[in-house]
């Protein structure tokens, strides 16, 4: 084991991590499109390093622009290195910055490279008796190395000292620059000596010693084991003169002037201010929370409102907002009758108010009520406790009692509240047998459909974003893990802090973000008339739940396990040994080093990847990975559905009940969690099986009805392509229709292959697939791909029109819409890396069909939910939500004639210049209503 004297010197090579931290993944932008994601790794780094060393002293060394000594002393150095790219180009700076208000000294000198300055540095040390630790992903800095001298690679934790670079290299520190000069370098173009590589080079600095020790026994170089070492020794004497030019090249400079001295090099201060400034621009919210909870602490619980807000003006600015200055020490605790009296008459006259419940969990099944917070207007909040029941709680007022003289303005439509993510708040009140209404706005969903891609849209990242606010956080007030104390467990003062807190931010934040969307008629129109409805809606959705038959779940998890099992024996058989089929490592020396697959594609540490589409593509051609994507598959469906949803019963309703988030997916879809039900497959054998699972009560039938081809409908309506049009409205089998334009037969002439192909056009098209893509999915030549899509071109010029158009007004306004006014804004589209960009535009072209899509079936649900309300209460309701399916529970006496009624109402819920098709199915289960 490596070890670390306390406190070392740390040098860190900046520029070494800036290229490797600008090609990993994520690729960050902020909302504004600018490329963030080099900054965050570098700073991650630095930040894992202050963690780690606590040091005192350290220095970030970046190259400088402009050549070098090297340059001069070989005009061909780095010569085939492209530019820099422009998106990584436009963070250094920034980056630069941040490094100086974290307080760490930064070193960027002409003429040498970064490798010289810390290897200047590092020598000095050594002479000093100092120990360094010099943070790199440079091989080339192995040759610093010695007792005093340790590397450490930050990405991978790896740590390198004499011993352990003797390990990695099968050479000393000190024959380092042999190595590297006898390898050469082709991204720094070092020649090197012709065909040596790592074990070459290795092999000879073993078997002879350094460079000019190989030159003074030439005649024993044939004598070593290494294949072509019987005419090394002429090649040694061909190219000893470049072999001396690559010695020097790669020789880190020692004796480097410097404008500081070692004792300069000490950490200063944060500038708080500086890094939340340049933080909030680069929308690193963690950090930012950080930074400002730090400040606010720093500030002291004394400072007055006036101080600090002066403060905030000159020091907290952002481009569009001010920090907002709360002073949690103005909220009020009700605990008495009289306190609770005037509070309710404070909200029967208020034109809004921000609610919130607090509870005992998150799962709105089981949450029980421990108290309500409200604020009228910023900085007035009032915290209603009702069950904080811990040792030596004060007495609160009786919670039934207050529910029920609350309940008149909770269930009041005329009183306007406003909250983040209401339906929670919604499905708890629920179980108090309370019907909120009222409910005119939600924070979450403001800013939602202001810009679904902006970031999370939970209350803490949205009061740092908008407030430039630091919220309590609730693991700071109630711990973490197994012993994070329930809400009711809270001591009163600190609760209420919290509580009313996130009222008053909630109110805070309508008012910021209400005003931003107002700008937009647009999306005030999908606030109101699509997201708003839906709230109540899911909600009902949610607490009603889905029968399931865990007996049946249990019988396929037994089936799967055995069909596991076997898939399992037969990758041993072709493996030839047993390993860990979930195992990445065992899998990719099984691949790549045993099988001699094709690599297609590398983690950003650079093995080869053995990611689920990796293994698909891998699939079509062998038989292993195919044995593996199933295993993988069918382990995913057991431990995801049939060995969990059985345990995830309601022991008090005997369904599972499902959440669906309204502000999670970029184009404005619903998701759901616990379980995810948009992910149970439809098109294997097995996932059809586990849907049998979701059945009916006694005497009722589940109905299933979804949108036919509705993205593709909406990409005839969208083009205004005639032919698209003309095959919907006379209710042609489109991908037929297709086949027929494509192919030049007629309609009675296409052939099921013809069909299959047309198919994988008119979806591929809409994702974005390029003929590459298309080569692939149908097993066909690129040029023969190339030609099917310049075909359907040709047919249906208004597609090429449309994709056109929809790609010139990404790039214009950043954004492109649905049909509806939703907005969905594309970060990337003008990025400098062009494979972000066009990743972007295939987004473009795709998300107004998608985002259309969504739009039209949440109009769908609120559609029928008002109808069924209205005419069938007691004999249907709407269940499950899947893309772009509803699934209803209906008594079996009525089923034909709300068939009839829900079908044609879907078929209404928007109007499309060609006709909106709903298909009906029921049945026992969820399956058969297929």
Known sequence: MVYIPKNPLILVDGSSYLFRAYHAPPHLTNSRGEATGAIYGVVNMLKSLLKQYQPTQMAVVFDAKGPTFRNEMYAEYKAHRPPMPDDLRSQIEPLHNIIRAMGLPLLCISGVEADDVIGTLARQA????????????????????DEHVTLINTMTNTLLDPPAVLEKFGIGPELIIDYLALMGDKVDNIPGLPGVGEKTAA????????????????????????????????????????????YELATIKCDVALPCTLDELQIQPADQAQLAELYRECEFKRWLAEVLASSQHSAGASESPAQDASASETADKTPTEVRQVIDRQQYQTILTSEDFEQLLIILDQAELTAFDTETTSLDYMQAELVGLSFATAAGQAWYLPLAHDYLGAPAQLDRQHCLQRLTPWLENPAKAKVGQNLKYDQSVLARYKIALRGVKFDTMLESYVLNSVAGRHDMDSLALKYLGHSTISFEDLAGKGAKQLTFNQIELEKAAEYAAEDADVTLRLHQTLWPQLQQSAGLVKVFNEIELPLIAILSDIERHGVLIDSQLLAEQSQQLSQRIAELEQLAYQQAGKEFNLASPKQLQEILFEQMKLPVLKKTPSGTPSTAEEVLAELALEYEFPKLITEHRGLSKLRSTYTEKLPKMVNKATGRVHTSYHQAVAATGRLSSTEPNLQNIPIRTEEGRRIRQAFIAPKGKLLMAIDYSQIELRIMAHLSQDKALLDAFAKGLDVHRATAAEVFGVSLEQVTAEQRRSAKAVNFGLIYGMSAFGLAKQLGIGRGE??????RYFERFPGVLDYMERTRKQAHEQGYVETLFGRRLYLPDINAKNIGRQKAAERAAINAPMQGTAADIIKLAMIKVQTWLQQH?????AMIMQVHDELVFEVTAADVSWLATELKQLMASAAKLDVPLL??????KNWDEAH
């Open 785 to 790: 791909a190339q030609h099917y899509v310049d």
């Open 126 to 145: 050594s002479a000093a008796g100092r120990h360094t630790l010099i943070s790199t992903g440079d091989k080339d800095m192995a040759q610093l190395v």
């Open 203 to 246: 092999a000879l600095l073993q078997g002879l010693g350094s460079i000019e020790q190989i030159y003074q026994q030439l005649d024993q170089v044939a004598a070593l084991s290494f294949r072509g070492a019987k005419t090394m020794a002429a090649k040694l004497q061909e190219f000893e003169a470049q072999l001396k030019l690559s």
């Open 872 to 876: 069938a209460a007691d004999k249907a």
């Open 918 to 923: 709903a298909e009906v199915g029921y049945g």
